[in-house]
């Protein structure tokens, strides 16, 4: 599903440059579940944001399905997430000023497809918000924000769901629930998902584990030797 | 496009509080400009097809000298080969005394004398509905304008004495066909019938009386008619009017007037507009991770960029719809504030049409154009702004340019398109550019000036410079429109202020301040008498100065040879009637710049003195000939100097043509009279009374009361600069409220850190007092500076009046907008000190 390739990341700070992620090798089979695991400022967020065609790399190629996503323009990659990806952050996201089954509508409505309200409700339903649909962000608690951010990332039936420390705005039982619900969705769904994280607890639960430090791999401490040597580890 | 359209509905549904200011700032602009746009259009409206009783008839001959007997005839010959009906008018400055009060003063009226059938077309309105007829004014009855009344302290009933006959007032003129719109009156009407205006004397030689001839003609008849009766005046003293070329007259006046009057509206939209560019640009910023979620969810730049175009234009769409409704409850108010502007003309004020939908287009136009270029960032937010925070600097693109310049492009074609005019829109765009580059720079050098304040102890007063000049904020653009907006104010006060104190200055000093005209050879020595008895002492009358009215009609020179009228014709201002005079030597105002003035002894042979504009306009040289025609004689006077006058002393006499002693005195002719007359007004009355005694067909000019008619003049500009001022200070102030209302969540959570760091609300309150304190100091300062500065080149340039900075006006403009800005400011951020720090820093 994932295929990286030398990919790196440097930019400009202070007039010098600075790699913040060093050359990077990665593949990550349909229906996984990798966790990116590392302390703050190790790469995490940049290795997600570069997968989910967010930011562009500096070196090496990017495979999502197949398709090549260093070549493509601005355009072609927001077509490519919006049908292909789905995203959860840690800070939600939502747009404030749409109700929660707007901003679920929204990828759908960019894809043009007709039956976005029915399948927004649906969702809401999935995630248990089936009445919260009329509310805004700002009336929702942090967990039901989050829920609202996963039915969202799952409107188009992407394949593939990036999730940037899905539980690290939340307080632990939120945060389980939600965990629990992107276990499910995976499950149910079987797609890939990609989890940056903070929480062991959190990593714990991935088939395989990618740890960065200053933006270089190390091996991991648990788990299998990965398929990729060097990179991961499995549980 | 679903999506385009569903985000747009929601997004509005969100913003449309915080946008409301953007569609006020379209509104007033908009406003602005259907109100004025129908203003003009319902008072041509009025007029419209109606041009025949603009003039009471299809055409009017009009001559002010009697036709000789031969053109009477060939005119009645002409009139009735066409079957035409016409009837005599006569137009006459005179005036008009109570009869029956020895003591009653002497105003100056414009006299109307007419036949019976007068009008042909139109009708007379008279006070209390009496219906008009001629029997009205037969027999020594006269109808007079409502101000007359008040202005005599005369009823009807009461006799007014006109030229040497009594007339008896029997009725109040409320509106009358043949009287233009906003034509410069010196004083009110009064109609008599034609037969009895013959008999006051007011008839005489010298007389300013304008003859006219009503036609009433056939319409198969009517344009051969005209062209031939043109055809018989080419040479002749009198011209020929038809109703169609008034109302070509009328519509260029009324378009040429439209359109001056939409540009000022224009000048407030775009100034909302500048206002609009600034909200946009806060307003991407504000929606940067929405629009990034937006990217991050499948959206595509050109998708946002259509989402947000979309939201302008419903906004700019709903803003000038909302200046039409403030344009219509204007126009509620017109027809009180304008009744005095148009007496004896009715108008019905109603918006327009064409109005409305050019103010839409403006207002729609307006919105677009200006947050085009600031809706582009939208391009350039990255989603990955929601991995972590990314402030980049951004240069200019291709698009951006490319776009800028077709904004501007786009502007200029607005105003052009306002204007009516290449040359004038683009001369005010120039113009709108050069102030805004000039009050931006202005700004920027001040806020440069204050800088070092920022280094003060007071914690307020740090914060205060701090938050104008950090990055983002919204200072310079507030800074321009009012600073704009003060500027129109202070500066048309203090030119009105400098224009009134020079007109005041010139009457205290020792000079003419009464005028007669039309004194009669054998008047002179009775006129002169009185005068003498009634002027202040010491004061010594100069002696009456012949006139008499002359035509060129040949010139036989070394550069020039014009052999008859219809050449001179060819030489435009040439051919035009001049008053000319003779005397024996210069006036104080004179000198000789070419040949030499004559001795003081009369001659026969015609000698003339030439003014240096008609020596150097039509290249008539000393040694020339020119041949004039005075009163249907011809007289071929050499020239033997050309003078310079100083015009602007010339109230005691001004001539193009100055005749030697020995060759005028023998054709008929009366004489003028410049003088200074009494201080007092009592004593000023009884002179004019005194003199209408003597002789009833002389007119006294009071010189006190034209200014006084300039002084009303100047106000009434004075007062429209001052309501565009205002709009302008208004949009201005609009734009400040919402340039706070933008950045509102970041002064809020700012102020939340600073009262968690122990700040008082007290203190924060002081920051914001100084902040916009000193804003609205720098607004006035550049608006007084600028004023000053535009007065000064005012005075000196187009009026040549000496220039007096008038200091207090300006310090009280600086203080007035301080205050303004200052209230506005802190009320806006009201919020800033009322929310609670916990609730702010939590919800960040």
Redesign the interface.
């Known amino acids: 599903m994932i295929q990286l390739r030398g990919v790196s990341k440097t930019v400009m700070s202070g007039g010098q440059p600075l790699t913040i992620l060093h050359p990077l090798d990665l593949d990550v089979a349909s229906g996984r579940c990798l966790a990116i695991i590392g302390p703050s400022g190790s790469g995490k967020?940049?290795l997600?944001?570069l997968i989910?065609g967010?930011?562009a790399a500096s070196t090496g190629t990017i495979a999502i399905g197949g398709t090549d996503i260093t070549r493509l323009d601005?355009?072609a990659l927001?077509?490519l997430?919006?049908?292909k990806i789905g995203?959860v952050?840690q800070?939600f996201?939502?747009?404030?000023?749409?109700t929660a089954i707007?901003n679920i509508q929204?990828?759908m409505?960019?894809?043009?497809r007709r039956d976005a309200t029915a399948r927004a409700q649906a969702l809401l339903d999935e995630v248990g918000l089936h009445d919260r649909g009329h509310h805004y962000p700002s009336q929702l608690s942090g967990g039901e924000q989050q829920r609202i951010a996963i039915a969202?990332a799952l409107?188009?039936d992407p394949p593939l769901i990036l999730a940037?420390e899905p539980t690290g705005n939340l307080d632990s039982s939120n945060g389980r629930h939600v965990l629990e619900l992107l276990l499910h969705v995976r499950r149910s769904r079987g797609v890939t998902l990609v989890l940056v994280t903070h929480d062991p607890s959190v990593a714990a639960v991935a088939d395989d584990r990618l740890v960065l430090r200053d933006g270089k791999t190390v091996p991991g401490t648990s788990g299998e030797a990965s398929e990729v040597p060097g990179t991961l580890t499995r549980s | 496009m679903r999506f385009v359209l569903l985000m747009a509905a929601r997004e509005m549904r969100a913003s449309w509080q915080r946008l409301l200011f953007f569609f006020v700032c379209i509104a007033i602009g908009v406003g602005a400009i259907v109100a004025l746009r129908s203003v003009i259009q319902s008072v041509r409206n009025t007029f419209a097809g109606e041009a025949r009783s603009l003039i009471a008839a299809d055409a009017i001959i009009a001559s002010n000298q009697p036709l000789k007997p031969e053109m009477i005839a060939k005119i009645d010959q002409r009139l009735e080969a066409a079957g035409a009906k016409s009837m005599r008018s006569i137009e006459l400055p005179t005036m008009a005394r109570p009869a029956d009060r020895a003591e009653g003063r002497a105003r100056m009226v414009e006299l109307r004398a007419v036949e019976r059938g007068f009008p042909y077309y139109g009708r007379m309105k008279l006070a209390g509905d009496v219906p008009y007829s001629h029997a009205l004014l037969e027999n020594f009855g006269v109808l007079v304008r409502p101000e007359l009344l008040a202005q005599l302290d005369v009823k009807i009933g009461d006799g007014l004495r006109i030229g040497s006959q009594r007339f008896t007032i029997r009725g109040v003129v409320q509106s009358e066909p043949g009287r233009r719109l906003g034509a410069f009156s010196i004083g009110p009407r009064v109609f008599v019938d034609l037969t009895d205006l013959e008999k006051t004397g007011l008839l005489g030689l010298g007389s300013r009386a304008a003859m006219q001839r009503l036609l009433k003609v056939p319409d198969a008849a009517f344009d051969k008619l005209i062209v031939d009766l043109r055809a018989d005046f080419a040479n002749e003293f009198a011209r020929v009017r038809s109703y169609k070329a008034t109302e070509d007259d009328i519509g260029e006046d009324f378009a040429r007037a439209e359109n001056y009057l939409s540009l000022v509206g224009l000048v407030i939209v775009i100034l909302g507009g500048i206002g609009v560019s600034s909200v946009t640009r806060v307003f991407v910023q504000q929606k940067m991770k929405s629009i990034a979620v937006l990217k991050c969810v499948g959206a595509r730049s050109s998708q946002l960029l259509a989402v947000y175009v979309a939201q302008v234009a419903v906004l700019g769409l709903a803003g000038s719809f909302l200046g039409v409704m403030l344009a219509g409850l204007a126009m509620q108010a017109i027809p009180s504030l304008l009744a005095g502007a148009t007496p004896g003309v009715e108008i019905t004020y109603a918006l327009t049409w064409p109005a409305i939908v050019q103010g839409l287009g403006i207002g729609l136009l307006v919105s677009l154009l200006f947050s085009l270029v600031p809706l582009l960032d939208v391009r350039h937010v990255r989603p990955s702004l929601l991995l972590r925070d990314e402030a980049r600097v951004r240069r200019p693109d291709a698009t951006q340019i490319v776009v800028t310049v077709l904004v501007v492009t786009g502007l200029v074609g607005l105003t052009v398109w306002q204007a009516g005019s290449l040359r004038i829109g683009s001369l005010v765009a120039g113009g709108f550019a050069a102030t805004a580059i000039a009050l931006h720079v202005a700004g920027t050098l001040l806020l440069r000036a204050i800088t070092p304040i920022a280094r003060s102890r007071s914690f307020a007063l740090r914060h205060a410079v701090l938050q104008l000049s950090r990055p983002g904020s919204q200072m310079r653009i507030v800074l321009l429109a009012v600073g704009l907006g003060s500027f129109f104010i202070i500066g048309v006060r203090s030119l009105q202020q400098n224009l009134v104190d020079q007109f005041s200055v010139r009457m205290t000093a020792d000079s003419p301040d009464m005028f007669l005209i039309d004194v009669q050879r054998d008047q002179v020595t009775a006129v002169e008498e009185t005068i003498a008895a009634h002027l202040d002492k010491g004061v010594v009358a100069p002696p009456l100065v012949p006139v008499l009215r002359a035509r060129v009609v040949g010139v036989a020179g070394r550069d020039v040879n014009l052999e008859n009228y219809e050449d001179v014709r060819g030489r435009g201002s040439l051919a035009r009637e001049y008053t000319i005079t003779y005397r024996s030597k210069l006036a104080a105002n004179e000198r000789i710049v070419a040949g030499k003035i004559w001795d003081p002894t009369p001659s026969d042979e015609p000698e003339v003195s030439i003014e240096q504009f008609i020596s150097e306009s039509f290249k008539i040289n000393v040694g020339d000939t020119i041949r004039f025609d005075v009163l249907g004689r011809t007289i071929a006077a050499k020239v033997t100097s050309v003078r310079f006058v100083e015009w602007s002393q010339s109230r005691a006499g001004g001539f193009m043509f100055l005749f030697r002693p020995g060759v005028l005195e023998k054709a008929p002719h009366s004489f003028i009279g410049f003088l200074r007359g009494p201080q007092d007004l009592e004593a000023r009355a009884r002179l004019q009374t005194a003199l209408v005694s003597v002789a009833p067909n002389v007119s006294v000019v009071d010189g006190r009361e034209i200014i006084e008619a300039i002084k009303s003049v100047v106000d009434n500009v004075t007062l429209a600069v001052t309501v565009v001022g205002t709009l302008v200070v208004l949009s201005g102030l609009m734009i400040l409220i919402g340039a706070v209302a933008m950045t509102k969540f970041r002064r809020v959570y700012e102020a939340a850190i600073f009262k968690t760091l122990g700040a008082t609300r007290r203190l924060i309150a002081a920051v914001l007092v100084l902040e916009y304190g000193l804003l609205g100091i720098l607004a006035g300062g550049i608006g007084a500076g600028g004023a000053i500065g535009l007065t000064w080149a005012i005075s000196k340039y187009a009026l040549d009046i000496p220039f007096k900075p008038l200091i207090g006006l300006s310090a009280a403009g600086v203080v007035v907008t301080t205050v303004l800005v200052a209230v506005i400011g802190v009320m806006s951020s009201w919020e800033v000190l009322q929310r609670k720090p916990l609730a702010t820093l939590r919800a960040e």
């Open positions: 967020s940049t997600l944001g989910a967010l930011d601005e355009d927001a077509r997430r919006g049908e995203f952050f800070f996201h939502l747009v404030p000023s749409l707007e929204v990828p409505e960019i894809a043009g969202r409107a188009n940037d």
